[in-house]
T-cell receptor
Framework: KNEVEQSPQNLTAQEGEFITINCSYS?????LHWLQQHPGGGIVSLFM???GKKKHGRLIATINIQEKHSSLHITASHPRDSAVYIC????????????FGEGTQLTVNP | DAGVTQSPTHLIKTRGQQVTLRCSPK?????VSWYQQALGQGPQFIFQ???????QRGNFPDRFSGHQFPNYSSELNVNALLLGDSALYLC????????????FGQGTRLTVV
């Protein structure tokens, strides 16, 4: 079964801390997406990557295709980063449909 | 650019009823995908429409059906509603190729009572 696993499920940090969220997947992918979901429900795309590393502001996403693993890092975390972070993949055999992980609930305290 | 818009934002229906949810894709996008997100879980793929046809379908019963119009907007229909259909329904639009960024709407929160 094609699966996407995220860890941790819940993460609480103090403002300013460096945060890492991990994502592992079971078989080959075309692309991996990192997404952010706020309590209202809407989902925002943070990164889409198929190799290497991408950076946007305080956010960094990396992917290791051989190990089937990706990480999302947040540097100098801030309370406004509090949200659910979701990893989603496009399987090589499934076109552009997304398979999602369960999400990581991040809470950053001031 | 209005992005992806979904309507309505919230909806309450009774078991056994039918519901229609609507989605307008981001300008320029011709592919619409629908997802169901139960509380505390990641979204699950329902189906994807391209060129007014269902291109892919997830593991959902036939009670879930859809449509795409010539202007690329889409509808999700659910018949014979069950309590378990209560969820956030998300629409995402994109180009039809892989490795392309998906843009999501705010979702429709459906409650079945």
């Amino acid at each position: 079964k094609n699966e996407v696993e995220q860890s941790p499920q819940n993460l609480t940090a103090q403002e300013g801390e460096f945060i890492t969220i991990n994502c592992s997947y079971s078989v080959g992918i075309s692309a991996l997406h990192w997404l952010q979901q706020h309590p209202g429900g809407g989902i925002v795309s943070l990164f889409m990557l198929s190799s290497g590393k991408k950076k946007h502001g305080r956010l960094i996403a990396t992917i290791n295709i051989q190990e089937k693993h990706s990480s999302l890092h947040i540097t100098a975390s801030h309370p406004r980063d509090s949200a659910v972070y979701i990893c989603a993949v496009e399987w090589e055999t499934s076109g552009s449909r997304l398979t999602f992980g369960e999400g990581t609930q991040l809470t950053v305290n001031p | 650019d209005a992005g992806v818009t979904q309507s309505p934002t919230h909806l309450i229906k009774t078991r056994g009823q039918q519901v229609t949810l609507r989605c307008s894709p981001k300008s320029g996008h011709d592919t619409v995908s629908w997802y169901q997100q139960a509380l505390g879980q990641g979204p699950q793929f329902i189906f994807q429409y391209y060129e007014e046809e269902e291109r892919q379908r997830g593991n959902f019963p036939d009670r879930f059906s859809g449509h795409q119009f010539p202007n690329y907007s889409s509808e999700l229909n659910v018949n014979a509603l069950l309590l378990g259909d209560s969820a956030l329904y998300l629409c995402a639009s994109s180009f039809p190729t892989v490795n392309t960024e998906a843009f999501f709407g705010q979702g429709t929160r459906l409650t079945v009572v």
